[in-house]
């Protein structure tokens, strides 16, 4: 029924509301939703989007995403198997969804939680995009929250350990470089070199490894001539070619995303 339908029925008008106040009666924001609570839905952004993996076994694949709310609160939702595809195209960075009666659990104990509970999204989850056109219910704001740090402390960070993983420290910082692609390593692997540099004209060399080349690489190496900004996050300090920095299995590389602080970057 459309809204011109509407309006010459006046009691198809009101039903049509009274669902609207119904359904918005479920929803709520990340931090009230429990494993205890029913037929809920939460208007949230896709923010991390790291690529799938398999557990240690080798059994079972999954994928691990991040949302957060109005609010900026996150968690981690948590795809497996089939799954991963079935919402693939769904599931996009900086778009806007409603998720619906996902499983809500305490996060596994050999994971950092992001929150002190975890969603399932599998077939009983109910996920819709919000388009931009949304006029009654639009997209939520870019995000804005980001604990960056600074490549002066970079030298404090332990090497070859995960850094930010506690407090989600994020690198962010312009590429002014690019390199092609290479085989190094013990097992020959691929790679590729870029060099990032940050407001303060610090610059490091940043090791993108396998699929990272691959996939933002080559996004990378197409943008570099307009100084795309990254940030990253899950990344760790090494020492290869003197001090670098690289990405490890469960890095994310986001590429000129929606924050101020990029936008300030880009036209620094």
Sequence with gaps: MDLDTLKLNPLGLTYAFSIYREYMEYRLTIDKITPQTKEWTSKVHLIKKPRPRKSKDGKTRFQIVVVQDEN?????????????????????PF??????????RIPLPYRVPTNRFEW??????????????????????????????????????QQNKEFGNHNFTHIIAV?????????????SNKCRE????????NSFILMLWEDFDDVDGSILAAQVAKYPVIVA????????GGLSLSTRYNSVILINPPYPQVGRLQNW
Excluded: W
């Design 72 to 92: 900026e609160d996150k968690v981690a939702a948590v795809l497996y198997g089939e799954g991963i595809e079935k919402d693939a195209h769904k599931l996009t």
């Design 120 to 157: 399932v999204i599998d077939r009983f989850t109910v996920v819709e995009e919000v388009k931009d056109d949304n006029i009654q219910d639009p997209p939520l704001p870019p995000p804005t929250r980001l604990n960056t740090i600074h490549f002066a402390y970079l030298q404090e960070q």
């Design 233 to 240: 996050k899950r990344i760790t300090r090494t020492t290869y």
């Design 95 to 104: 778009s806007t969804y409603l998720i619906s009666t996902a499983k809500v």
């Design 175 to 187: 590429v002014v470089n690019c390199g092609s692609i290479k085989y190094d390593g013990a097992n």
């Design 194 to 201: 870029i060099i990032i540099m940050d407001t303060g004209m």
